[in-house]
């Protein structure tokens, strides 16, 4: 008798045991998606007032540049880290109360809600303007105050520019319905 309550108890111990893991699984995933969408997350501002003020500067020979590892460089970017700034920039103006802002490889989509206080135009504006500055120029900036999109944007940040005709049907979507609101002015140089 002993023997079966050991070994029904054992057995007990082992399910509850994979049911605990994989919740656990979940809820690290969960905290994993919530602190990189944390915009307090590697906030990379300087310390000190002299790391602010610091100049950048490189100096390379062409020999430098021969060896192996240069070859293989790439130049890439953060677009995690340029979403962030965008809307941190924004936010920073009057009349916005959030910003979703997602960067692919060629777009910029960037839906906001704002106060009534401030004109569709010039919101419009203020939030394209503030991408065009920290982009490179062959970026495509589409705004919304369509506050709608903002769930539709979210659903996009685990995505990678490689998914397939889905993602690209998904973003074009997006920028179909952003290109119903005010998109501020062109820029006269493009």
Do not use: W
Not at 24 to 36: F, H, L, T
Not at 41 to 58: A, C, I, K, S
């Amino acid at each position: 008798m002993y023997k079966k309550f050991a070994f029904v108890l054992l057995l007990c111990t082992l399910v509850m045991s994979a049911c605990g893991t994989s919740d656990q699984e979940a809820g690290d995933e969960q905290e994993q998606i919530r602190n990189e969408l944390d915009p307090t997350r590697n906030d990379d501002t300087p310390n000190t007032f002299e790391e602010e003020n610091r100049l950048g500067y490189v100096h390379y020979t062409k020999d430098q540049l021969r060896n192996n590892n240069e070859n293989n460089h790439a130049v890439t970017m953060d677009r995690h880290k340029m979403a962030d700034m965008i809307s941190r920039i924004i936010l920073r103006n009057d009349g916005f109360e959030e910003v979703a802002t997602l960067v692919t490889d060629k777009e910029v989509l960037i839906a906001y809600g704002k106060s009534d206080g401030l004109d569709k135009n010039l919101a419009a504006d203020i939030a394209k303007k503030s991408a065009v500055s920290v982009m490179p120029k062959y970026f495509h900036v589409y705004v919304s105050d369509n506050e709608s999109l903002i769930p539709q944007i979210h659903s996009l940040h685990n995505s990678n520019t490689m998914q397939g005709a889905s993602y690209q049907n998904t973003i074009q979507s997006i920028i179909k319905e952003m290109k119903k609101s005010p998109q501020g002015i062109e820029n006269e140089n493009k």
